[in-house]
């Protein structure tokens, strides 16, 4: 279907005096598209067109490009097993530890393994004790609160450390699901 679509906007493009509009119209009538429906822009009408000029063929021609040299196989399996080993190792590490570029390895990552970072969350277990200084702490807030002499200002800007310094912006979990990691 997309080897017709494209001989005929090129057929069309030659027999109307090059216009895309008219190629438009007419590409609507002849595959019955309707009137919302997405149609070839003129962009895309002109690049088929220049590649029938340039190759004789409306189809897409191979990639002349370089070849990919970072995504081989033996890379993929190596950066799954750096993953698998250490989950927590930063992109930047890994690829100089891995000898590939770090767009490389977000590639293999993202597009090869269908991985992606997920950032750990920081919790505090609860015992049943703190249940009642909770409420026993809510009550007193509540009275603060409902007293006219005290101005309460509170801000979200605060740092915890319950158990030492952790930089919870950096840090991320590469996996292929939502592991749920917890700390």
């Known amino acids: 279907m997309e080897r017709e ?29 309707a009137r919302d429906a997405a149609i ?4 895309t009408i002109l690049r088929w067109v220049e590649s029938f000029r340039t190759s004789g063929s409306v189809m897409k ?10 995504r081989t196989p033996e890379n993929v399996e190596s950066v799954r097993r750096s993953v698998i080993e250490s989950p927590r190792r930063s992109t930047r590490r890994r690829a100089s530890i ?12 993202r597009g090869e393994l269908n991985f992606n970072p997920y950032k750990i969350m ?10 009642v200084q909770r409420k026993l702490f809510c009550e007193r807030m509540l009275k ?10 509170m801000s979200d800007e605060a740092h915890f450390y319950l158990d030492g310094y952790v930089n919870k912006q950096n ?4 996996a292929g699901e939502n592991p749920r990691e917890l700390h």
């Open 40 to 43: 070839p822009d003129r962009n």
């Open 98 to 109: 891995l000898g590939l570029s770090r767009r490389s390895l977000q590639q293999i990552l």
């Open 61 to 70: 021609r191979t990639s002349t490009g370089r070849p990919r040299m970072a």
């Open 5 to 33: 679509h494209r001989v005929f906007a090129v057929e069309q493009f030659f027999r109307n005096n090059d216009s895309v509009i008219t190629i438009q119209r007419l590409f609507r009538r002849q595959f019955n598209v």
């Open 144 to 153: 603060i609160i409902a007293s006219d002499d005290v101005i309460l200002m």
């Open 122 to 131: 920081i919790v505090q277990k609860l015992l049943p004790s703190d249940f």
């Open 171 to 174: 840090g991320r979990f590469w």
